[in-house]
């Protein structure tokens, strides 16, 4: 995919959000999400506040340096959270304008970058095609969040092959995370997709995940439990690795449990 291809599938997936948003009465962006804590504010500030330093480090802002020594000299393990619901405190047609804004400028900063040329983050550097996917992946799993609290079905579209593929690349990570060994064993993944298929790993692979591109991507981000989705885990490191599967970066955490959100709106 070309580095164009993929801001285009970010500013959609970025757009279906903002039209939920651009409608929703200011006092409804304090309502709850279903990830504690988190109000519909605080999810926009969060895409805002990392947009914002994807920026800086893009166009080598030595404020993204600054920022690093920063944090590594700090001992507060949620200063994105801390820094983002700062943003949030504003008012809701300001942080609306301003995530706008944000996306703009990301785009423009990861179009005019060198595509082979990685870029500095707080873990591993990236090139901007990954760091591309890495953007499409958080606004698709705060997307549902929003859409969720607002019992809206979050359609099926195109940026589920990037969360897929992330949600793929990110297996070993998800065991190591969690103190385990990586397991050499291959996993066959295939998932639906609105105008397709996707496959990932051996065809001859005896562990499998089979099911729609949505539950896959539902349960990487761990917006939803296995039992919830359109999707079906066999062997013992399928069903492991779906039961910690993690696509994001961080230290380990856990998904939500069987019906615990469900809410009827799954693709």
């Known amino acids: 995919m070309e580095i164009s291809s993929a801001l285009a599938m970010l500013e959609q997936e970025s757009g279906e959000l903002d039209a939920v948003l651009a409608d929703l009465d200011p006092e409804k962006w304090s309502l709850q999400t279903p990830s504690p804590g988190w109000s519909i504010a605080d999810q926009v500030a969060h895409l805002h506040w990392t947009d914002l330093v994807s920026v800086q ?19 507060s393990s949620d200063f994105i959270d801390t ?8 008012p809701a047609e300001v942080l609306l304008a301003e995530w706008r804004d944000g996306r703009t400028r ?18 591993p550097p990236m090139r901007p095609m990954t760091m591309i996917t890495a953007r499409i992946m958080e606004t698709w799993a705060h997307g549902l969040d929003v859409f969720d609290t607002l019992g809206l ?60 591109a949505w539950g896959f991507a539902a349960v990487v981000t761990q917006r939803r439990h296995l039992d ?33 959100r469900a809410t009827g709106t799954e693709n």
Request: net charge negative; proline share 8%.
């Open 57 to 75: 480090t893009a166009t080598k802002d030595p404020a993204f340096d600054a920022l690093v020594k920063e944090v590594a000299a700090g001992d």
């Open 228 to 260: 919830d989705v359109d999707l079906t885990a066999v062997g013992p490191v399928s069903e492991q690795w779906m039961s910690i599967a993690q696509a994001f970066a961080g230290p380990p955490t856990k998904g939500p449990s069987a019906g615990e």
């Open 106 to 123: 990301l785009s423009d900063a990861l179009a005019a970058a060198d595509p082979a040329e990685k870029i500095a983050w707080f873990g």
């Open 153 to 212: 079905a979050k359609p099926a579209g195109p940026a589920l092959a990037a969360v897929a593929r992330i949600g793929d690349r990110t297996r070993g990570f998800s065991f190591v995370s969690n103190g385990l060994d990586a397991p050499r064993e291959e996993v066959r993944v295939e998932l639906s997709l609105p105008d397709g298929q996707i496959e990932f790993g051996p065809a001859e692979a005896a562990n499998r995940v089979t099911g729609s």
């Open 83 to 90: 820094e983002a619901r700062k943003i949030a405190a504003q």
